[in-house]
């Protein structure tokens, strides 16, 4: 993995981190019924089941960027493709909603954000496979 793919890895968790922080002050927990179901798996208490919810996967992000994504390695480019098919998930299911209501939708400002950085994360991965691999060359005598 190249620098700035590690780099955009990292924006990433930190814009999700944003992102929950949008959703837990525009209470997402208590107007979208799968996120109050998976907080409610965690706590009687929504708002505390949506921050513990919150900080397991950021801690997983934190984890994966400390570990895998900086070892460079297949595990974390793995890891940031898992990352960017949720993030790309997470940010168009947020913008999907807001655009069929015609109102803002918990964590829409983030999830702008939250797409970008995840469109320029995979576009970068995208290049850091074809970076060092031998180009296809056809050549073709002419015949005069």
Same mark, same amino acid.
């Given at each position: 993995? !190249?620098?700035?793919? /590690?780099? $955009?890895?990292?924006?990433?968790? &930190?814009?999700?981190?944003?992102? !929950?922080?949008?959703? #837990?002050?525009?209470?997402? +927990?208590?107007? +979208? %019924? ?11 208490? *929504?708002? *505390? =089941? +949506?921050?513990?919810?919150?900080? @397991? +996967?950021?801690? &997983?992000?934190?984890?994966? #960027? ?6 460079? =390695? $297949? ?10 098919? &949720?993030?790309?998930?997470?940010? $168009?299911?947020? &913008?999907?909603?807001? @655009?069929?209501? =015609?109102? #803002?939708?918990? =964590?829409?400002?983030? %999830?702008? $954000? ?6 320029? *994360? @995979?576009?970068?991965? *995208? ?5 060092? /691999?031998?180009?296809?060359? !056809?050549?073709?005598? !002419?015949?005069?």
């Amino acid at each position: 993995m !190249s620098p700035r793919s /590690k780099l $955009l890895f990292l924006l990433l968790v &930190i814009v999700q981190a944003a992102h !929950s922080v949008e959703e #837990y002050v525009t209470r997402l +927990f208590e107007t +979208f %019924a799968p996120a109050r179901l998976v907080a409610g798996l965690v706590s009687h208490d *929504l708002a *505390l =089941g +949506f921050v513990v919810i919150n900080a @397991a +996967f950021l801690a &997983i992000g934190a984890w994966c #960027y400390v570990g895998p994504v900086r070892a460079g =390695g $297949l595990a974390g480019r793995v890891a940031a493709v898992v990352w960017v098919a &949720i993030e790309l998930a997470n940010s $168009l299911g947020h &913008i999907t909603i807001a @655009a069929l209501s =015609g109102a #803002y939708f918990s =964590g829409l400002l983030t %999830a702008v $954000l939250l797409l970008g950085t995840a469109v320029c *994360l @995979a576009i970068s991965l *995208l290049a850091d496979r074809t970076r060092g /691999k031998p180009v296809a060359v !056809s050549t073709m005598e !002419s015949t005069r």
